[in-house]
């Protein structure tokens, strides 16, 4: 029992930073968390990133204390320190690459994906375009405001809205009286993006 305890430690530390990068990444964007063969293998694919990135540390640290001047022993602690780090460094930045969408933008204007960074077609438009709704109810009525907040998918959720007012059959606005109202998205038939007006910015 004691040898299967001192093999397992090890492998658990070497597997653990990819674990926490895909713990931060799943917890900080609006993707759904995959079976958990899916966590494993994608746990697996930061471990691989991380000890990576570790082993290129650890040889710049080594060469610098060789040439220059050395600040400590490069042994388990500094690796598992470093390793640590690296988690941390990598789940923050596939969120950051995720929530901008920047790097699959630059992949479509190059003909690679026609694929968005957001975990649907739903959540890609709201992210993209930030402006006025109007949100058209199962009952016949429309209700117009600011999207603070809205659901990862049309299934399931519910809509934050700022500013919200009740649209008449005439187009005219009926403001509720309050700040914030929200909306079952399970109530919505549809949603419309209102154009944006010349004097907004």
């Known amino acids: 029992m004691d040898d299967l305890v001192k093999e ?18 799943y917890t900080l964007t609006a993707f759904k968390r995959p079976d958990t063969f899916g966590q494993i293998v994608q746990a697996l694919i930061f471990t691989f990133v991380i000890q990576g990135a570790v082993l290129g540390v650890g040889e710049v640290c080594l060469w610098v204390g060789r040439e220059g001047f050395s600040v400590g022993t490069w042994d388990s602690k500094a690796e598992t320190a470093w390793a640590f780090f690296a988690s941390l460094v990598f789940g923050l930045l596939a969120c ?3 929530a901008s ?86 109530k919505v038939k549809w949603v419309e993006f209102n154009p944006i007006s010349e004097g907004s910015s």
Request: glycine share 6%.
């Open 96 to 98: 950051c690459v995720s």
């Open 101 to 186: 969408g920047n790097l699959h933008g630059w992949l479509r204007s190059r003909n690679v994906t026609k694929q968005s960074s957001y975990p649907s077609q739903w959540f890609s438009a709201f992210a993209k375009y930030d402006r006025v709704i109007t949100l058209h109810l199962d009952d016949e009525r429309r209700v117009l405001g600011w999207p603070v907040e809205w659901p990862p998918e049309s299934s399931s959720g519910q809509f934050l809205l700022q500013s919200p007012c009740w649209l008449n059959s005439d187009g005219t606005d009926v403001p509720f009286g309050a700040e914030f109202l929200l909306i079952d998205s399970a």
């Open 8 to 25: 397992v430690i090890p492998l658990l530390q070497y597997l653990i930073p990819g674990f926490v990068s895909t713990w931060i990444f």
